[in-house]
């Protein structure tokens, strides 16, 4: 694994708002960025990434089968207990899931260790499976990569895979997000054409017009009845609000699933810790309420249950503190081994390793000058070495 400077492609901005890539810059620095790339070998992909995603994965799934039989699980989880049984019965139903997000530290050496579990909102899958493609291709055609560079990256190929296999046959999805978030309409844009290269018809309805009919039914604001939804809302959120109440009773199919809320907080690494200690690929982790917590001493990572890119996240090593973006989460938290991203030219990278249905489907990187990493930390994308 290495980092390998490029010279940007002249015209990659104006590529990327043709293609609705518009959240390349924040706050006027770079989001996407391409002066650099980071370089893989076959065997740094396949053994150190895809394997331990595959292997996470299905211990993530055996949690979970777990989880929807205990009340102490769900409550150490924090799944409100008014809907407990609901995302224990989704379980049980086979309700199914598209995607996930693990994020690792991993420099190509050591093994890939887990620092959380992505597994509701789809932050960078656009990216990932669209633009850093495209950054590929150009790459061979100009020949600043060689002909058989490659990529681990087939999310588009497989989402649209996993559509078909979650309906199998056809028919009308809604999709949902809020209307005026740019970053979330555009991934919720691209999540509609890939349903629709499926051979679904899918129809978007802003998060805040979903109402409820007499029935008790989901309907959009034309009245249309919402019998299956893609939601870029989180369900820690959802099952707070007044979505919560109706969602046993109205038939409704949900991407993410709601067992999905088991995955999608921080308190599945202590989880995963207690009943793995010592794999290769986890941290020592656990709830900052247990006794146990004292055994990582004066040096942790306080992150608590539910928080995204960052936020809220504190590394502490006795006095001193670097602390991530405060967004207001707070609640629980739990504590885990300090393991710094590796550093590459004075940058630090983190790999995000996708999950589609069951299958790994490719990665994503993000560089930051910090330890912590942010909704502005940079996109940076990659290849495979070709073989000498």
């Known amino acids: 694994m290495k980092r390998v400077a490029f010279d940007p492609r002249p015209d990659w901005q104006g590529r990327a708002d043709a293609l609705g890539f518009t959240w390349h ?7 996407w960025d391409e002066s650099a790339a980071y370089s893989f070998t076959m065997t740094e992909i396949e053994d150190g990434l895809e394997a331990p995603t595959a292997e996470l994965h299905a211990m993530c799934l055996d949690l979970v089968n777990e989880a929807v039989t205990s009340e102490r699980l769900m409550g150490l989880l924090d799944i409100p207990e008014a809907s407990r049984d609901y995302v224990a ?16 530290a991993y420099d190509g050496t050591g093994p890939a260790k887990l620092y959380e579990y992505n597994a509701d909102t789809p932050t960078s ?4 499976a669209v633009f850093q493609w495209l950054w590929l291709e150009d790459r061979i055609k100009d020949g600043a990569l060689p002909p058989g560079a490659d990529q681990f990256n087939s999310l588009h190929e497989k989402l649209v895979e996993r559509f078909r296999q979650i ?16 970053e979330d309409r555009q991934t919720v ?3 509609e054409d890939l349903a629709r290269q499926a051979g679904l018809d899918p129809k978007f309805v802003a998060i805040d017009q979903i109402g409820l009919n007499e029935d008790g039914r989901f309907v959009d604001e034309d009245n249309w009845l919402i019998q299956a939804m893609f939601k870029l809302y989180p369900w820690e959120q959802m099952l707070r609000d007044n979505y919560a ?6 038939e409704v199919l949900v991407l993410e699933p709601a067992w999905k809320s088991i995955l999608s907080n921080k308190g599945i690494l202590p989880l995963l810790w207690e009943r793995h200690a010592g794999h290769p690929n986890l941290l020592e982790a656990y709830f900052e309420e247990d006794a146990a917590a004292g055994r990582l001493g004066e040096a942790y990572v306080r992150k608590p249950l539910f928080s995204r890119e960052g936020a809220n996240v504190s590394i502490v090593e006795g006095q001193s503190r670097e602390d991530g973006d405060d967004q207001g989460y707070d609640g629980r938290a739990i504590r885990q081994a300090i393991h710094a991203p590796p550093r590459f030219d004075g940058q630090h990278v983190i790999v995000g390793s996708w999950v589609v249905g069951d299958e790994p489907a490719g990665i994503t990187l993000r560089e930051d000058a910090g330890r912590i990493t ?11 070495k070709t073989p000498i």
């Open 189 to 191: 844009l691209f999540l």
């Open 167 to 182: 309906f199998p046959q056809g028919g009308f999805v809604h999709f949902s997000s809020d209307a005026d978030f740019v």
């Open 374 to 384: 942010r909704n502005t930390s940079r996109f940076i994308p990659h290849y495979i």
């Open 25 to 31: 810059h924040e706050s006027g620095e770079r989001y």
């Open 125 to 128: 899958i656009f990216e990932t």
């Open 245 to 250: 109440e109706p969602l046993p009773s109205a």
């Open 89 to 104: 019965d989704s379980w049980r139903r086979g309700a199914p899931s598209l995607y996930g997000r693990f994020d690792f």
